[in-house]
């Protein structure tokens, strides 16, 4: 008997310890897509080391320019997505508040609007899961699973979400959280 499919859109996937020399080590990706067709995510700790603005070549706003670039995945990374929250936002298509966008046109929009509750992150490139890969992949406990937040997307800092996560997930996974990066570190 084929296993009923559940969606792990809205979630939080965490490098559960077995995906050292992947780009995927210690990262945490957030899926925002995924149905039988596959998965659509993005690493949500991975700065790019450049600002927004020296991928964007159209005219957006400053505040948009220098802001940090993420590592979305290692997929096309020439294609921009982003993810943009405001209190005010009641048709999200990601989890509740939270918007996966790709169009630059509806960016700038974003960006010349006032909202004080308003926050937008930038990525290039995503993570891709093909048909069933995922569901393999988590078969293979490649990957533990996390409830998303709007907190933890835009309100942790990027470099420590994926250990502040696996202290939240209890003993068990505190201790894969202090495993130095570098085992020859121990």
């Not at 020399?21 to 080391?49: K, P």
């Amino acid at each position: 008997m084929a296993s009923e499919f559940k969606s792990l859109k809205g979630r939080l996937l965490l490098d559960g310890g077995k995906l050292r020399g992947s780009f995927f080590h210690r990262t945490v990706v957030l899926i925002c897509q995924h149905d039988a067709e596959g998965a659509f995510g993005l690493v949500l700790n991975r700065a790019a080391g450049k600002k927004a603005g020296d991928a964007i070549v159209a005219d957006v706003p400053e505040s948009l320019k220098e802001q940090a670039l993420y590592l979305g995945g290692p997929v096309q990374p020439s294609l921009l997505s982003y993810l943009h929250t405001d209190q005010l936002l009641l048709n999200a298509n990601v989890m509740p508040h939270l918007n996966l966008g790709h169009s630059l046109d509806d960016l700038v929009e974003i960006g010349q609007s006032f909202s004080a509750t308003r926050q937008v992150r930038i990525f290039a490139g995503y993570a891709g899961w093909s048909p069933a890969q995922l569901e393999d992949e988590m078969k293979r406990d490649a990957w533990l699973t996390h409830p998303a937040s709007v907190e933890l997307v835009f309100n942790t800092k990027p470099e420590e979400l994926w250990q502040i996560i696996l202290r939240e997930k209890g003993w068990k996974y505190r201790l894969l959280s202090q495993i130095p990066e570098d085992l020859s570190w121990n």
